[in-house]
């Protein structure tokens, strides 16, 4: 990108060298328009700088939010289907290795076990090595209802 103050220190310099009588009207025109340009390529290049500045800032936030988004969505959790109301629910996975552990839908706000849980229903995302080859007959079950 040409940095517009210097084409415009360029530009006063070529009027300086023009000699135009500063008490001409013409004179008097062209100075004043050399000035607005002067102050125009200042505050634009102030404008550059605080949208710089802001990009900076919010690359910043994007990444502490990315951060906080994986703490907060991919701890180990699964989307099961309630089995009262049939809403998706999210889990803490490791709720399932308790034989014990009483869930509540926050939809119906019904409880169930992990027990409870259809299997079959269940679109939680695991590794593909987790599931059968045949991925497509996985895919039509997820939307057979
Ligand atoms: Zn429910």
Partial sequence: MYDLNERVSYLQGLLDGLDIAD????????SVIADILE???YVISDLI???????????CIDDDLADLEDEVYLGDFVEVECPKCGEPVEIDASLFDDPDA???????????SPEDVDWVTCYC???DDE???????WDDDEWDD
């Fill in 125 to 127: 995302e695991l590794d």
């Fill in 39 to 41: 102050e125009v390529a």
């Fill in 23 to 30: 008490d001409s009207k013409e004179g008097k025109a062209i």
């Fill in 102 to 112: 009483i869930i509540i839908c926050p939809e119906c706000s019904e409880t169930f």
């Fill in 131 to 137: 599931w059968d080859d045949d991925d497509d007959e």
């Fill in 49 to 59: 700088e605080a949208q710089r500045q802001l990009e900076e800032y919010i690359d």
